[in-house]
């Protein structure tokens, strides 16, 4: 067995029994410890201050779960919790001297009631997965994020996902009826209700949606399903101005309700270096400030894209944008969708960049982006540039190159900074550990008490992702 | 002055000197100490166990609301929250002792952002002032009760209040941006946040929706508006069994889609009931064993209408339903809906009465009702009984007439009884104190363990509410 360094002081022979330990409790398969392996669960998608876990400890059910949780609790060893591994905030990346905890083996869907559009699945399950079986029976989960094949329900539920259909189904909160999850010293909680409706004593599931592992780790939960939509109708619109962007919103939420299901928005800037870096071929003659990438899902083909066409049409011939096209092929929708679903290979491309996940109101939005470029191009700094994300909910992508670790900082300062007292520092992505030093810029000194109070109090030896989010 | 009996040890003295304190502190109107008045703060609408408060504070700010709770948390003097009375678990009826916190004087609209669909509100809004503000505007805040005119925001958050359209737009939980709560010691947490998305840290207004007041006062709320539907289609349709009814449940949410706003079920003896008491129109020529209320929100009214007549066409035609009417004008409408809503004065016309509102898996709740109903008829007890509820959440409520305390009882132990282990106590009325002898019906010894211990952990003096849910 090779060597490791412990965290916290503990010495190099009780890590050396611990893991053999774990390993008696685990099986042959349930814990790695080769080093090649370990290789492999040193980051998540970031990249970021990539570092091998001591080990990593692969249960195979919830039992399994509380008895590795049980075992580090009371030896006091830290566990970094992993999914799919493609978080974007360092959350899953692991720090010198942790366990890893790994779902992967903890996976697959366990039971799905057509009647009730409810999916069990275990925490390991893949999205992808996840939206195949409920195809099967024509319902559909509508969580959907660039990293489906690779994102675990876990993870999902972990860091509360958003994606691009929040405007019409919410955060992964609203799509959650039950959870089974492990509290960091062993004790399961399952709550695997598959109602939509359930007021008795508090909602403990809350505890673990969006709270990034640090305060249980989620095994097993209740998905709720929708109907699956007869199809899906995409548009690309191209406007002059931002306020013209945020009309076309409030017109398409007025007039088609809840059949929207998407609402993108691409300035210039990104939309031009991804037609450009991704090789895409230009949907317009010409170039526009704005552009609005729409969907719809439709319950009535024909009835539902003659609503979207007639109110594009309107919106055409009152000036109030420049053009627009719908797509009359799902070849021509996923054409479409790749201008915007591109920009995680886009940002990986421009390494070294910096990419942000900042939500703010509306109103402040089109200021906030102006100021935020004024500033880099102020310092020279920051090229290229891009603006995009889920207007509808408010949340912002941007992206910077950067050339420096100091350079980092100083566009970290100006993207934060500009958005002190009126936005969120992470509107999807969550807080990891890449965005700790910033929590204080959009939650109050007493919230943050509170839930470092509530983080004590549920891990008091502090063992589950410690230094994520607090 | 008169003397009131103080709780927990506290001697007359005591409670006089800290009912002088809270005067000054809240001034000419703030505190309600007169013996008569108090009578209107003494239960809320269940009417059980009435009890008057020792006075009545009545805040007009969230300043004001965190000095009351810093007094009482200084000297252990328990509260109890109030809001519109409205509550059907006892969780706002007084116990001997007690202060009550009204947060009455707390109410009005802070804002309306018709852009970014949020309203910023003070918690002791009536839910019909918030409709009424939303509608000037042409948007719609979707929750509805029977209680409407009397019920507040905050009660709504405290409760997360489900009522008539949660199949289509959740309970409150989904419906509520941001929330600004004050800690049983008097500390303010302002999460006031108007957007959609907000992944920074915990999020900590989870902390205080459904929780009954238990772990904080909420003051302020943001909460999220939908377009106003350009017209609500209703319709009344008769089966012959729980088969069709659930059939007709998935044919509707299938075809229909999110369009689809209530699916309020009535087993025929509840129908025959309320017909007959409320001395009601029969809407069908014959009597059938079951029978739903649909209603759909409508986009373009003519369409929609053409669309919900053509499935239950469909479906009379394939012969899974007997009888179906579809209202023809808001009258009409009124007329179909006051069988259903008329529940609450049936009820309180019938007392006593025992009322219930549980949850469980739709697969399960025809042979619920059936056993439960059986169970009466064999102990000669429980008459009249009826059962109707909100059939897409699995929300079902029964009540039975009842002639003793003991029946009571007995009728309690049967219909709780019957539904261990796969339903909820609660589905949304709450827990309140009337309930809580039940909580372990649903939930397990470990979730009660952990609830107890994170009241504990807020609110350590156990000053709010206590006794209620726990």
Redesign the interface.
Known sequence: MQHFEAAGGAGQRSVERMVGELGRLLGPCGLVTDRDLLERYSCDWTYANACPPVAVARPRSTAEVAAVLAHCHAAGWPVVVQGGLTGLAGGATPRAGELAVSLERLAGIESL?A???AMTVRAGTRLAAVHQAAGEV?LAFPLDLASRGSCTIGGNIA??A?GNR??RH??T??LVLGIEAV?ADG?????L????????????K??F???EGTLGIVTRAVLRLQ?E?LERITALVALDSFADL?RLL?TL???????LSSFEAMWSDYFECALERLALARPFGAAHPFYALVEI?A??PA?DRG?LEAVLFRVLEAGAASDAVVASSLDDAARLWRIREGAGELITGLAPAAAYDV?????AMEAYVAGVRAGFEALGIGRPFGAFG?L????LHLFAGVNSREETATIDALVYGALQGR?????????GSL?KSW?GH???P??????R??KQ?LDPRGILNPGR??
């Not at 004790?187 to 709550?191: C, G, K, N, Q």
């Not at 409706?197 to 403990?204: C, F, Q, S």
């Not at 509808?392 to 949340?395: E, H, L, V």
């Open positions: 009631d009647d009730a559009a024509h860091t509360n958003g929040v405007i919410g955060m909160r609203n509290l004790t399961v909680l399952s709550s209700t598959t109602m939509l409706k359930d007021n008795a004593g508090y909602d403990l809350q505890l949606i969006g709270t109907p939509p945020t409030v939420r007025r007039d088609l309700a809840s059949s899902e319950l009535d009835v609503r939500s703010m109101p509306l109103a889920h509808g909910d408010g949340n936005g969120s520092v992470s509107a999807e992505h969550g807080i965005k929590l959009t939650r109050s007493a919230e943050i008490v509170v839930m109070s509530l109090h989010v607090l």
